[in-house]
């Protein structure tokens, strides 16, 4: 049995994609971050800090989606998705797992400060400037891995651009995609997908982000 605890518009679609790409039979428990469900004690013993993803799988409850995506993959060598341990491309691989969530790190401090922060006064513009920055320049990085190859590792499509490919649309939401096309198209070939596509009719409504692009405001 699999089931995952999902948010839409959160972490956990990694989680959901990832079930989608390796065709595994699963249920997805909906929660709301905006509700308190997630603060009681049901969801607390799945998830300790009352964070999303978690799942449970046969019998034992995970949190982190980078470790739920490792366990995954372990669990299904033949899927292709991960690089064999102890091998350099598995270096590479765990590099993008933790990166992926270095970025998504920035975009949370982001979504704070443009977002969730109350009253307005509250939020700072310089702080919104660095955070962009600092955003722009994780978006170097794959921006150069993926000059002339179509994901993150040269071997192909893996579990890697799940992890990175989730944070996508959000990362556009911040920094103009104009100087980095490489990004932009990978994104694009990413949610095309036909398991990101059915992840996306799963997930449920992305209650966050109500525009397309949030500029910082002029001080
Ligand atoms: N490093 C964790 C981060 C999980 C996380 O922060 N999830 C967010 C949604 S994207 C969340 O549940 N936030 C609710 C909260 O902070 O209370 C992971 O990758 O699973």
Known sequence: MIRLHH??????????????????????????????????????????TGRVPALEIDGLAIFESAAIVQYLCERHPQSGLAPSPGTALRA??????????TQAAILEQLNIQHIFLRPAEARS????????????????????ALAGQETLLQSGFSAADVMLGFNLPAVFRFVRAEGFPQLAAYGARMARRPAYQRALARAGEDRLYTRDFYEVPDV
């Open 7 to 48: 948010v839409g518009g959160s972490r956990s679609f990694r989680i959901l994609w990832l079930l989608e790409e390796l065709g595994l039979e699963y249920e997805i428990r909906h929660w709301r971050l905006d509700d308190g469900s997630t603060r009681a004690a049901e969801f607390l013993a799945l998830s300790p």
């Open 125 to 144: 513009p310089v702080l919104m400037k660095l955070l962009a920055r600092r955003l722009a320049a994780t978006m170097q990085v794959p921006e150069a």
């Open 92 to 101: 590479r691989w765990l590099e993008w797992l933790g990166f992926a969530e």
